[in-house]
T-cell receptor, first 116, second 109 residues
């Protein structure tokens, strides 16, 4: 059971480049989300999805796009990378809040992104 | 919107008990949860409260008072490996999960 898988683990981008962080889960979770974590800070929600075809903005959505075409995958796209987007990115998933087990969030191992 | 407040740092000695408080504001509350994160690692789930009262999981317990918009995480019999960051997080009815800034716990010998 792979859980939540994120790729790549490390990436260096030049300002203005675009890229996609991949996230996949094999637990049939309805809910998926992306967070960024800056040094010494908490996790800030970028975008989230409560099911295939449904996405919504979190606290810091600007500069990022997401889509949810399947239950398993939730890619995060950086449209035009900026140094302010240097951060660690975590993908997370869970069952929906309507289920008894919907309260446990599972995180991927993180993606370290540096924009120069 | 949603917001959470928790202390930035707590220090305690091995074997002691420590309490990390969390106050929250949210529109549409579903539950309060706690996560542990060691340096360089991903957050891991510790505990969850949807109803008022105390939930116990081994050395860790979590408490919730919905009328006070307040909860806490209680860590007993502290061990060196408990040195980490601890985050409270609140979930709304749609499922959106928002985290606090985190509390860094340092356990000293």
């Amino acid at each position: 059971n792979a859980g939540v898988t994120q790729t790549p683990k490390f990436q260096v981008l030049k300002t203005g480049q675009s890229m996609t962080l991949q996230c996949a889960q094999d637990m049939n979770h309805e809910y998926m989300s992306w967070y960024r974590q800056d040094p010494g800070m908490g996790l800030r929600l970028i975008h989230y999805s409560v099911g295939a075809g449904i996405t919504d903005q979190g606290e810091v959505p600007n500069g990022y796009n997401v889509s949810r075409s399947t239950t398993e995958d939730f890619p995060l796209r950086l449209l035009s990378a900026a140094p302010s987007q240097t951060s660690v990115y975590f993908c997370a998933s869970s069952y929906s809040t309507g289920r008894v087990s919907g309260n446990t969030i599972y995180f991927g191992e993180g993606s370290w992104l540096t924009v120069v | 919107g949603q917001s959470l407040e928790q202390p930035s740092e707590v220090t305690a000695v091995e074997g002691a008990i420590v309490q990390i408080n969390c106050t929250y504001q949210t529109s549409g509350f579903y539950g309060l949860s706690w996560y542990q994160q060691h340096d360089g690692g991903a957050p891991t789930f510790l505990s969850y409260n949807a109803l008022d009262g105390l939930e116990e999981t081994g050395r860790f317990s979590s408490f919730l008072s919905r009328s006070d918009s307040y909860g806490y995480l209680l860590l007993q019999e502290l061990q060196m490996k408990d040195s980490a960051s601890y985050f409270c997080a609140v979930r709304d009815l749609r499922g959106k999960l928002i985290f606090g800034q985190g509390t860094t716990l340092q356990v000293k010998p």
